[in-house]
């Protein structure tokens, strides 16, 4: 079964659920050029458009933990190295000073939120800042797409 079939079937048997866990597995599956929340958002024809964001917004957000998790895994292997301590160190402080407003910025955009998950881990960025940071930035990027389409859709239905 095609991964765009299995999504239409989350969100027709679970509703808003489906919502939920469609965009968690969107963003659980990392580095992937595939976009589930393209099919999701079309179903603001049939859901509530406000409901629909918060759902994909809250699931992708949490999913988008699994990227800071490896980002985590792979600080540990870069303490270890002398010369990497230097780097870290150096975009741990850029990254407290302006990390909420990349993150911000790269939640807008599908692809590159995965890296800068692998980013937020690798440099301790607080857990639960970035699980804020990535809810509030996935929200306003489905609010985003879900309106445009739903303009657009009203825009051609109406001609």
């Not at 079964?1 to 866990?21: C, D, P, Q």
């Not at 790269?106 to 699980?131: E, H, N, Q, R, W």
């Amino acid at each position: 079964m095609e991964l765009s079939a299995i999504v239409v079937m989350l969100v027709e048997k679970y509703g808003y659920f489906g919502v939920f866990i469609s965009s968690f597995l969107n963003s659980v599956m990392v580095f992937t050029p595939i976009n589930l929340d393209l099919i999701t958002m079309t179903f603001s024809a049939v859901l509530n458009p406000f409901i629909l964001v918060l759902f994909m917004g809250v699931g992708s957000g949490l999913g988008d933990m699994s990227t800071y998790i490896i980002g985590r895994g792979a600080n540990d292997i870069m303490e270890e190295h002398k010369k990497m301590r230097k780097f870290i160190e150096k975009g741990k402080t850029l990254f407290k000073k302006y990390g909420a407003i990349y993150l911000i910025s790269l939640g807008l955009i599908p692809i590159p939120f995965d890296f800068a998950g692998v980013i937020a881990g690798s440099l301790d960025y607080p857990a639960k800042k970035f699980l804020a940071i990535a809810i509030i930035a996935k929200i306003l990027r489905s609010a985003v797409m879900v309106f445009s389409f739903k303009v657009g859709f009203t825009l051609i239905t109406s001609l």
